[in-house]
């Protein structure tokens, strides 16, 4: 679980990045919305890289069970 959870944690770590850097200079909403932003990126590109990579495996034992 926790090997899993450090990529997350790193995209929560860019949002707080974010949120430090832009609340100053453009106001709370701003900030809080760009830090939210940063935040379900992350984490949407996490997803995505993680089921692509789901696909290839169900496809590469799919191709090595149809040739059987």
Known sequence: ???NSAW???GFGMAIAVMHVAVVPFGAA???SLALGTCV???LTL???G????HKVHNKRRET???M
């Not at 089921?51 to 789901?54: H, I, L, P, Q």
């Open 47 to 49: 997803w995505g890289i």
């Open 51 to 54: 089921r692509r990579a789901m």
């Open 1 to 3: 679980m926790l090997a």
């Open 30 to 32: 701003v900030g809080l």
């Open 41 to 43: 990126t992350s984490n």
């Open 65 to 67: 069970t149809d040739t």
């Open 8 to 10: 997350g944690l790193l």
